[in-house]
């Protein structure tokens, strides 16, 4: 096989610059965009990627002052527990309704009201019960940003998962509870019934015109004397 078969520049990769190449799987999933509608849809992902870190570091925040004003601890240890419910907001987002029973779901606003504020107090009780052994494992685990000379950051997964698992469990379906019962009612669009297919309409002869009546003609005219 030479070296100028076309086969075996494709296998070899020398065929990048040729024009009649056939089109490559990048080549497919690229076409018809254009420079421009790239850039924008880099420019509309920075934006994304801008207002949910925003969001994000003001909910950190928020919750880090509700904790502080309740008196119960709160740190990067305790990332773990709300993993779940982020990941049902995300899904929820996703499919634009929220995912849930159904008792839930048909609940009045005045009993979503005291079943957020039932599971509310009872994470109240809870969380110390998990929070204390997770925060001493972390700090004997130096879970940190740590110093720039040494380790740098650490994540000790392991001691966080390890040092009161149940409790764990039991903070967590409290959080993915709550969530549930404080997301509002999203009532979806009915869509419309298409009516059925009508009847096609009988085909309709043309208009003729009347005919005029045809007089009986004589064989042979008369003649006359």
């Known amino acids: 096989m030479s070296t100028n078969d076309p086969r075996r520049q494709m296998r070899t990769g020398r065929d990048r610059g040729r024009m009649d190449r056939p089109p490559g799987w990048a080549d497919s999933l690229f076409a018809g965009r254009s420079r421009a509608d790239k850039e924008a849809d880099q420019d509309a992902m920075l934006k994304v990627m801008i207002v949910f870190g925003g969001a994000l570091v003001l909910l ?30 995300l899904a929820s987002a996703g499919l634009r309704r929220s995912l849930r029973p159904v008792e839930l779901d048909e609940l009045r606003w005045r009993e979503r009201l005291a079943g957020a504020g039932i599971l509310l107090i009872v994470l109240w009780l809870v969380w110390p019960l998990w929070a204390g052994p997770v925060a001493k494992a972390w700090k004997a685990g130096h879970g940190g940003l740590g110093s720039i000379a040494g380790d740098g950051p650490r994540y000790p997964i392991h001691a966080i998962l390890a040092a009161s698992p149940i ?59």
């Open 60 to 89: 950190l925040v928020g919750l880090h002052a509700l904790f502080r004003m309740v008196g119960l601890q709160l740190g990067w240890w305790s990332a773990p527990v709300f993993v779940p419910l982020f990941v049902w907001l």
């Open 167 to 225: 409790a764990m469990g039991v903070v967590a379906f409290l959080l993915l509870a709550l969530g549930m019962v404080c997301a509002p009612r999203v009532r979806e669009r009915e869509r419309e019934v298409p009516a059925p297919p009508a009847d096609p309409e009988p085909l309709r002869a043309p208009l003729l015109a009347q005919r005029q009546p045809n007089h009986p003609r004589w064989p042979n005219d008369p003649r006359w004397p």
